[in-house]
Every structure is written in C-alpha cells, then in structure tokens.
T-cell receptor
Framework: GAVVSQHPSRVICKSGTSVKIECRSLDFQATTMFWYRQFPKQSLMLMATSNEGSKATYEQGVEKDKFLINHASLTLSTLTVTSAHPEDSSFYIC?????????????FGPGTRLTVL | QKEVEQNSGPLSVPEGAIASLNCTYSDRVSQSFFWYRQYSGKSPELIMSIYSNGDKEDGRFTAQLNKASQYVSLLIRDSQPSDSATYLCAVSNYGQNFVFGPGTRLSVLP
C-alpha cells in the first residue's frame, strides 16, 4: 500500500518551454501533497505544499508564477515548470500524505529528473 | 525556525559492523520521528518511524528516541554494502510541520 507515482520519470526539454509533472497517489487519497527539489549531492528542498481544492503554499524563495501547482483531485497533483531554464534542471520529487489521519508520514514518488538544455 | 541536524558524513563502516546515525531536532513539541533511506538518483523510502522514548527494532534496524535530549538515532546491525545510501531524519508534530534533516551519507565497505 501507499504507492505514489510520478510521470514522467525523466524529461529533457529546450530552454523556454514548459514542463508538467504529475504526482498520483495510487491506493490512497491525499488531501496534501508536497513538492521537493533536489540538486546533486544536496538535501531535499521543500518547494511547496499542495492542498486539494485550494491554492498551494510556497516556501520562501520559490516563485509561484514559475512553478505552478494544481491539486485538482484527492489523488493527483501537478507541478508545471514554466519557461524552464538550465538552472531549473534538477530532480523533482513529490510526496503524498494520506488523508483521514490514518498516517502521519509522507510517501514519496519515484521522482522526475528534469534536464533543460 | 525548526531545525533538524545530522552529520553529513560520509560515515564509513566495514561490512558486518554496526552503523550508528544520529539526528538532533530543535522543536520540543515534535512527536513523530522518521528515518528515510535514499539511494543515489532515487527518491527517499521510509524505513522506520518512532513516536515514544526508547528503542524500536525492525529487523536489522533499531531506532532510538530521547525526547528530553531532542535526539533520535538509527542503528543498522550487520551492515551490508547494499545499506550504502543517504539516511534522512525527519521530524513532525503529528504530521504537521514536517522537517527533514540534510541527511548522512553511509558507506559500507566490503
């Protein structure tokens, strides 16, 4: 149980394009999902908290107009990197927190490696 | 500012030895404590959770919690080369304010 998927697992795009990453909780509902970014040999950095049916909460220094988050259902959150640039190349990981208080831990997706040329 | 601190490592131990990973946290109201393992290029996976003072054992892993000292540790017995990874400590208050430490890189030498 508690499986989270991400799609795509890897994406290469040209500078200036937008990239959408999907995060799905496969066997549970998640009112709250989290988006992290991790640069090589660095720790996880929380970018934003995604709440179903409401606006995402962004961490300080994360541009909400550049990293668009939509959490339209209890099993799906999307992160869109708009007008991507090479410095946005990173490993993007989502996690989902099961709804209903049954769990107080997050379950991570497998991550999406973004390379912007 | 809630903080979780870990030695970055690398911590090197010989195969078969006990690896000891430590974590301290600043928020005294924290109630939930987690250890995640992250292999290079992969996302973190949960390996242990602990909520009460004392020890919790699961196979070769033992988590230890001391809330008075604001300290949580993970012991890995009979370390294997496949245990080589980065271990992330995470702390929360019943699922709120989830904070990760920077991680400790463990290298188990064959």
């Amino acid at each position: 149980g508690a499986v989270v998927s991400q799609h795509p697992s890897r994406v290469i795009c040209k500078s200036g394009t937008s990239v959408k990453i999907e995060c799905r909780s496969l066997d549970f509902q998640a009112t709250t999902m989290f988006w992290y970014r991790q640069f090589p040999k660095q720790s996880l950095m929380l970018m934003a908290t995604s709440n179903e049916g409401s606006k995402a909460t962004y961490e300080q220094g994360v541009e909400k107009d550049k990293f668009l988050i939509n959490h339209a259902s209890l099993t799906l959150s999307t992160l869109t990197v708009t007008s991507a640039h090479p410095e946005d190349s990173s490993f993007y990981i989502c996690s989902a927190w099961p709804s209903g208080g049954a769990s107080d831990t997050q379950y991570f997706g497998p991550g999406t490696r973004l390379t912007v040329l | 500012q809630k903080e979780v601190e870990q030695n970055s490592g690398p911590l090197s131990v010989p195969e078969g030895a006990i690896a000891s990973l430590n974590c301290t946290y600043s928020d005294r109201v924290s109630q939930s404590f987690f250890w995640y393992r992250q292999y290079s290029g992969k996302s973190p996976e949960l390996i242990m959770s602990i909520y009460s003072n004392g020890d919790k054992e699961d196979g070769r892993f033992t988590a230890q919690l001391n809330k008075a000292s604001q300290y949580v540790s993970l012991l890995i017995r009979d370390s294997q080369p496949s245990d080589s990874a980065t271990y992330l400590c995470a702390v929360s208050n019943y699922g709120q304010n989830f904070v990760f430490g920077p991680g400790t890189r463990l290298s188990v030498l064959p």
